[in-house]
Structure formats: C-alpha cells, structure tokens
C-alpha cells in the first residue's frame, strides 16, 4: 500500500482517518470508483477517461468542480505518485463521493475526489502465464435496471460472489441479466473469437470498461477481424476458439476452459505485443 493518498488535491497520510462518519459514498453508495493503469507518471488512455469523469458526473446530477481540469487533475495523479516514490508502472483508483448532507436524500451536489495509488509488478501489460477457468454465476445476475443505467451498482459483485461457496469452482466468473445473457465478469469485458469474427456483448458494464474495450477492438480491426455485438448464453460459449477478459488494469487474460470445452490463446498473445507497443509510443 502507498504511504499516501490525494483528498481533493491534498496529500494526505494513507495510515490516518480522512473521511467522516456521515460520508455519503460509504453510507449510501453515492459514489463511483474508476480504476487506470499507467506508467512513468502518465495514465494510459488519459484524455478518454477524464471525458468519462465529467459524463459520470454530470450522469449523477453531482457538480463538476470548478479546478477538475484535464491539465490540474493529470498533474494531481503525478504528483502523488512523486510523492510514493513510483515511477513506473503503477494503478490508480479515483473516487468521486457526493459531499455530506443531513438528509439521506442530498441537496448538495458537490463532490469530493479521493486518488488512491499502488505500484504494479510489471511496467505494462502481461499476459497471464496460466490460462483461467471460467463458469457462469448462476445463483447471481445483474439487474435491468442497472443495464439501462449503465453505472457502477451499489452493492459488490466481489462480496456476493466471495460469499458464495462455489466461488473456488473457477477463477472467473461471468455474470448475466436476467435473461441469462452474459455481460460481463465483475472486472472485465469478454472477448469472444471464431475464425476473423470477435463477438462481445451488446451491453458493457459499466461504461468505464469501455474506453479500454474500444481501444483493443480497434487494433482487433486493423488485424482485419469482424466485430460483432451479441447476446451470448452459455450454449455459446462452446463454439468459441478462444475466450480472453479485457480490462484496463490487467490488460487481457486468456480463457483456457469453460467446463470440458478447452481454448486457444493466439489472438490475445499477438493483440497484448500490439497494446503494449501502442502505449509505448503514445500511439493512443
């Protein structure tokens, strides 16, 4: 853990309380946490992801601060990770909380931002050395009403699905609506590859996997393979040639088994060389 933390563009100590008893993003939910991966100081893919900032603000009726600025909040992440000596490859975790109010029901739309840092093993991407075990939650979906939303639920798919005794079944588990269409895992996005055609679900969730998720389908184009978006099932999930997760902090991680179906991983090892090679030279 990083000695220390970023309220509101001040360093704080990361072992001391810099929260109070009456936050409402750990009251009530009313809140929204957006992971980044980054390196030498710089956030990949920045400009996308502080555009999503201000869409999620705005989204959730909060203010956007007079001093959120691209260049202000850039050079806020730089010098906290001056600050914890990091500097290379490292994750940020960037919260945006509505400030305190007497009343469960706020009129107070401003916001405060609190940025968490943490060094990473590897300077970039790397593609994991074990292929993962993969199965479907069924004891567990996601509610339309937050598709049609497309925000970050307020309860954690991590602790129901750590709470639930199948948990040790697979390494990664896929989560449906309840239509049994698959959307997502609670981190990332799933790829899906027959032959030249990827398919991924119609509904990403929630909209920060995007900016990620759109970055690799187009390298995935000019590798001259067809994207389709779909509903997938678990009757699909057999005819695949390969399964692989994308987020923005892992990268991508490749699927070896879905119960006895077994997968390749030559696309997911050729489309990382390309990623990392784009972010390396700023080719973003």
Not at 249 to 269: D, M, Q
């Amino acid at each position: 853990m990083a000695r220390h933390l970023m309220l509101n563009s001040e360093i704080l100590p990361a072992d001391k309380p810099c929260l109070f008893a009456n936050n409402r993003g750990l009251k009530y939910g009313d809140a929204f946490t957006i992971a980044l991966r980054g390196n030498s100081s710089k956030v990949f893919l920045f400009d996308q992801y502080f555009e999503l900032f201000i869409k999620y603000i705005k989204k959730l009726k909060m203010e956007v601060p007079v001093l959120f600025k691209k260049s202000i909040f850039e050079t806020d992440i730089e010098l906290l990770l001056q600050k914890n000596r990091i500097y290379q490859g490292f994750k940020a975790e960037v919260t945006v909380f509505r400030n305190a109010s007497e009343t469960k029901l706020s009129n107070d739309n401003t916001v405060s931002i609190l940025i968490t840092v943490k060094k990473t093993e590897k300077e970039w991407f790397q593609l994991n050395s074990k292929g993962l075990k993969i199965d479907i939650a069924d004891w567990f979906y996601i509610p339309d009403f937050i598709s049609k939303n497309n925000i970050i639920s307020i309860f954690s798919e991590e602790l129901l699905l750590s709470n639930n005794l199948h948990f040790a079944d697979a390494d990664q588990w896929l989560l449906t609506n309840e239509k049994k269409i698959i959307l997502r895992t609670a981190d990332a996005v799933l790829f899906c590859v027959k032959g030249k055609s990827v398919y991924i679900p119609k509904t990403i969730l929630p909209n920060y996997y995007k900016v990620f998720a759109n970055f690799v389908l187009g390298i995935l184009q000019e590798f001259d393979y067809q994207i389709y978006k779909a509903d997938i099932t678990n009757s699909d999930l057999a005819e695949f040639d390969e399964l692989f997760l994308v987020d923005p902090v892992n990268g991508i991680r490749w699927c070896l088994a879905y119960k006895e179906k077994r997968y390749f991983h030559k696309t997911s090892e050729n489309l990382l060389d390309s990623i990392n090679e784009r972010l390396q030279n700023n080719q973003v």
